[in-house]
């Protein structure tokens, strides 16, 4: 199961769809605050998952990711892990993806959808 928040939804859909994956949920947050935990927990809801993913096109130390991680861990009882593209370490110890990559090309060699 991928959660995200944001475009990076019908990035995901359109790559699930295109490679006919059907094993893969993808379940899109519309507000991450006020955070509605019944409806993601009801949305979540069946414990057979054996990955669940937090999707963002951020890198990990920026996005939504540090807002949502521990309230996921919490809510849903199990590890979340994190995906998006790697950081790259830029002039100045900055950390930020090729300007000319954009959100599409980092998923499909990344994440495992099938």
């Known amino acids: 199961m991928i959660l995200c928040a944001g475009k990076v939804y019908y990035d995901l859909l359109k790559f699930r769809d295109e490679n006919k994956i059907t094993s893969t949920a993808i379940i899109r947050i519309e507000h991450l605050y006020p955070l509605d935990e019944a409806q993601l927990k009801a949305a979540v809801g069946i414990p057979e998952w054996e990955t ?17 991680a521990w309230q996921l861990r919490r809510l849903l009882e199990t590890s979340v892990l994190v995906r998006g593209p790697r950081r ?3 002039p100045g110890g900055r950390f930020a993806r090729r300007a000319s990559q954009g959100t599409a090309t980092h998923y499909p060699g990344r994440l495992h959808l099938g």
């Open 52 to 68: 669940i993913v937090w999707c963002q096109e951020e890198s990990q130390n920026m996005g939504a990711w540090n807002f949502i």
């Open 88 to 90: 790259q370490r830029q």
